[in-house]
């Protein structure tokens, strides 16, 4: 998930959560971070890669 008020939109900043099936740490909170849409873009495509390679289904 990507979160950006307007004016760290206008900026390019922003924070990234990654959500994860970790039981002890099932979010990660990444961020502030520059550039911050194109790396959401980069993790969003390279799980969608990693699940199809793993064949993985979503159930919900």
Known sequence: MLDQTLLER?????RITVLSTDQLEPELLVGPVASARPLYDRLRDAV????????VVPLG
Do not use: F, I, L, P
Request: charged share 40%.
């Open 10 to 14: 206008v900026r390019g900043v922003g």
């Open 48 to 55: 969608a890669v990693a699940r199809k390679e793993a064949r």
